[in-house]
């Protein structure tokens, strides 16, 4: 009995010291991650949004949406990046002269070098777009030729000049009644094997990811594309590494004109199946970041040997500052789409991608 009233004094008095304990020093709150300070973007002089990049000839080119595939030229990831004018001479007759999608480049050999782009066309429901692809003799910079059909383009798509169906050497089928195609991304295989990437345009309700073979010249499929990915709702932007035995695709998912969007990644052991083995893995969200919407990323390799630099974009409020957007949706409509860089790391095994550090903008 005198041992209970020992231990109820004793568990009074405790109680006590932590009331005036809690009355001298606040709450005691657990602490919480919150969202860390943003980067600061490392282009940020036009809209730029889509980026797809390459190294050659001792630069960097960021190949972006808009007229006439406008484009950013640096001598580091980290840039200065410099805004240059349009790469493309224009869309090609099959396509109706208005701005271009998420254009890439591939390097063919020696001076040549292919432009991929996503144009409208007639035929299909309204702002569908098929795959161009336009060749330039004098280096990356182009100025890009044309072709004269899409490589990729859905069956029903017309010809803008003279209204003929469009006689693509890759007809894929589409999810939805009237889709197009948009965001081609290349990639060459350790095997001397070409693809390229694209998605189905409209998320009512599937978006797909699919690759396509191609030949030599980069310009013509020589194998039906195979679905990738699908989603209900969007996913695009992809973008695939081989690492060694391993292939890593990468994505953008959810609603861009939202701090939603992000980049996921899946990894199989072939360019064309296994994606769907599991679900996707996040790399880079708003709560990661401090980016608002960090996708259209695209991995790049460096000038040195097994160094890598991932490119993206993310949104701004308002649009002439580089603040990211608040978490809001909508949106407000002051706002536009800048650029970021980061440093890509492959984790232990050699093929999980990691995001080590933002780059400040040189």
């Not at 693509?168 to 290349?186: E, K, R, V």
């Not at 097994?306 to 909508?330: I, K, M, N």
Request: aromatic share 10%; glycine share 10%; net charge neutral.
């Amino acid at each position: 009995m005198i041992m209970d009233r020992r231990r109820s004094w004793k568990r009074a008095w405790l109680a006590r010291l932590l009331a005036v304990a809690g009355l001298l020093l606040g709450p005691v709150v657990p602490a919480v991650a919150g969202t860390p300070a943003p980067p600061e973007p490392v282009f940020a002089g036009t809209v730029a949004a889509d980026p797809g990049v390459i190294f050659a000839d001792g630069e960097y080119y960021a190949f972006t949406t808009g007229a006439g595939a406008p484009y950013l030229k640096a001598p580091t990831p980290a840039g200065p990046w410099q805004a240059m004018g349009p790469a493309l001479t224009g869309t090609g007759g099959w396509a109706l002269p208005a701005p271009i999608w998420a254009p890439d480049a591939v390097h063919v050999g020696g001076d040549r070098y292919v432009l991929y782009y996503s144009a409208r066309v007639d035929g299909l429901a309204a702002n569908q777009r098929c795959i161009g692809v336009a060749v330039s003799d004098v280096g990356p910079a182009g100025p890009y030729e044309p072709t004269d059909r899409p490589v990729s383009c859905p069956a029903g798509a017309r010809r803008h000049d003279n209204g003929e169906l469009i006689n693509a050497s890759d007809q894929p089928p589409t999810p939805n009644p009237g889709d197009g195609l948009i965001d081609a991304s290349p990639i060459l295989t350790e095997d001397g094997r070409r693809f390229v990437l694209y998605k189905t345009q409209r998320p009512n309700p599937l978006t797909t990811l699919r690759i396509v073979e191609v030949d030599a010249s980069w310009t013509t499929a020589i194998a039906p594309s195979v679905e990738l990915q699908r989603y209900e709702g969007q996913i695009e932007n992809p973008a695939m590494v081989q690492r060694g035995g391993k292939f890593v695709l990468f994505a953008s998912k959810f609603n861009y004109l939202s701090c939603d969007y992000a980049t996921v990644w899946w990894r199989s052991n072939s360019p064309t199946r296994g994606f769907t083995a599991g679900p996707e893995r996040s790399l880079l969200t708003t709560k990661k970041t401090g980016v608002c919407g960090p996708g259209g990323a695209d991995p790049t390799p460096t000038a040195t040997p097994g160094e890598w630099r991932l490119v993206l974009h993310g949104w701004v409020c308002p649009a002439l500052s580089t603040t990211p957007c608040a978490d809001v949706f909508p949106l407000p409509a002051d706002k536009r789409r800048v650029i970021y860089a980061a440093t890509l790391g492959w984790g232990d095994d050699g093929a999980t991608p990691e995001v080590k550090r933002f780059l400040d903008p040189a």
